[in-house]
């Protein structure tokens, strides 16, 4: 069977970090915790359930951390988890028996990451991290912020998840704020940085400069496929909020030069006729977003709900104002199967329950 060291980087995270370790601490063989500078009672706490509670300095660095913690570990995986994340009690047997059942030439484990969720709880936003990595020296993270693991050796997809439940915000200008320092320090950033750094300025609404670092991204022959479809959707999201639509819709269509379109994007264009009360057009696209695959193994973001529910939403209102009201009724009874507690869906309803009265 495969043990598990679960190593986590924490500052500041009372308020999260027993939450965490509840859901998971009688799964793993070893927990290392690893205090970045807290404040507050995080270490004392995560002391109840380990004595491998380490401290080190805050560099600014979020892989020089998680390397230390990975360095302490002594089992066959190591398993990171942020305080502010949970293994749901839904997902407790599926962790033991892959446990059971690995295969011990398996190097990485991906699993989902849920980080959005709906009304109902369920996931709303999701994408597939490397979650469990072999011990051994050639896993290490690389990136001072967005940092990852680059992936390699027998790499294996589990549906087991993790959700992030963040109960408090954090500090929102953090990686900008790491960004911005690695370029004054003269560092160059790395095609896969230079996308998460527009997607800072664009959280940030620098939109001009967003769009001038995604340009470049999308420009250069290096970068990952899903970054650049993603880097067209906010850089689309900018020119928007530069009253730019022309362009927004430009860079939403080039996101097909890169592969063929994705849901997301789809409803995105869609979303701009609709807007424009183009509702031909509309339907084209929500359409197109309904018949494309959901490939999660991509690796890239993945909004379930643009695969069906959003479409189907959608469409309900394009054809009822084309005034077909038979076929808008019916997609909405399609979003409604989606999710039957959706307020759209239940408004919708009730409108179309009226209509037939009067």
Known sequence: MATISLCMIVKNEEMHIARCLDSVAELVEEIIIVDTGSADRTA?????????????????????????????ASMDYCMWMDADDVLEETEKDKFLQLK?????????VMMKY??????????S???YRERWIRND?????????HEVIPPSGHIVYSDLAISHRKMKSGDSDRNLRIYQKMLAEGKNLEPRHQYYYGRELYYHRQYEEAVSVLEQFMLSEEGWIENKIEACSVCARCYDQMGREQSALNTLLRSMSFDLPRAELCCEIGKHFFDHENYHMAVYWYETALNRPKNEC?????????????????????????????????????AGTCKPYSKAYLFNKEYFDKLKIS
């Open 137 to 145: 020296a050639q896993y290490r993270w690389v990136g001072a912020v």
């Open 298 to 334: 991509l690796g890239g973001f993945v909004l379930p709900d643009c695969y069906d529910y959003i479409p189907f939403l959608q469409l309900c209102v394009c054809f009822d104002r084309m005034g077909d009201r038979k076929k808008a009724e019916e997609y909405n009874e399609r």
């Open 125 to 127: 936003f999701s994408y």
């Open 114 to 123: 849920h980080t959005s969720f709906d009304e109902a709880g369920k996931p």
């Open 44 to 72: 004392e706490i995560a002391a109840d359930y380990t004595a491998n509670v380490y401290s080190y300095p805050w560099n600014d660095d979020f892989s020089d951390a998680r390397n230390y913690s990975f360095s302490k």
């Open 100 to 108: 059971q059942s690995l295969s011990a030439d398996v190097d990485i």
